[in-house]
């Protein structure tokens, strides 16, 4: 089982990021993905989930209105689409996978499969 993210970069504030995840998961329509965030010095935090179908997606306050979940189950793919980027979206960001149910998409101790991540940076 493999999840591998690419698109991180530098980019500088108000700018756009495209990220993307790409799974070797059997079943991976099986499977809500996530996107997490970790700064320099601070935990790893959620930033948005997309269930099995793509119908449902959640967002952390922090990104709501700006980020963009997206999914192609044909293609065994997530993206997290970025704009009007800040300086404190500065960090690694991961992909995730996992079986639970929406209300457990927020905790990291939810997700069975996790990329090695992506840095992006957002210069003032």
């Known amino acids: 089982v493999e999840l591998v993210e690419s698109g991180g970069g530098e980019v500088q504030a108000g700018g756009t990021l495209r990220l993307s995840c790409a799974a070797s998961?059997?079943?991976?329509?099986?499977?809500?993905m996530a996107w997490f965030r970790q700064a320099p010095g601070k935990e790893r935090e959620f930033v948005s989930a997309?269930?099995?179908?793509?119908?449902?997606?959640s967002y952390a306050d922090s990104v709501e209105d700006r980020f963009i979940i997206s999914r192609d189950n044909a293609v065994l793919t997530v993206d997290l689409q970025m704009n009007s980027l800040k300086p404190e979206d500065t960090a690694v960001y991961y992909c995730?996978?996992?079986?639970?149910?929406?209300?457990?998409?927020?905790?990291?101790?939810?997700?069975?499969?996790w990329g090695q991540g992506t840095q992006v940076t957002v210069s003032s």
């Open positions: 998961l059997r079943f991976f329509s099986n499977y809500a």
């Open positions: 995730a996978a996992t079986t639970g149910s929406s209300g457990s998409y927020y905790y990291t101790s939810a997700y069975n499969y």
């Open positions: 997309i269930n099995w179908s793509g119908d449902s997606t």
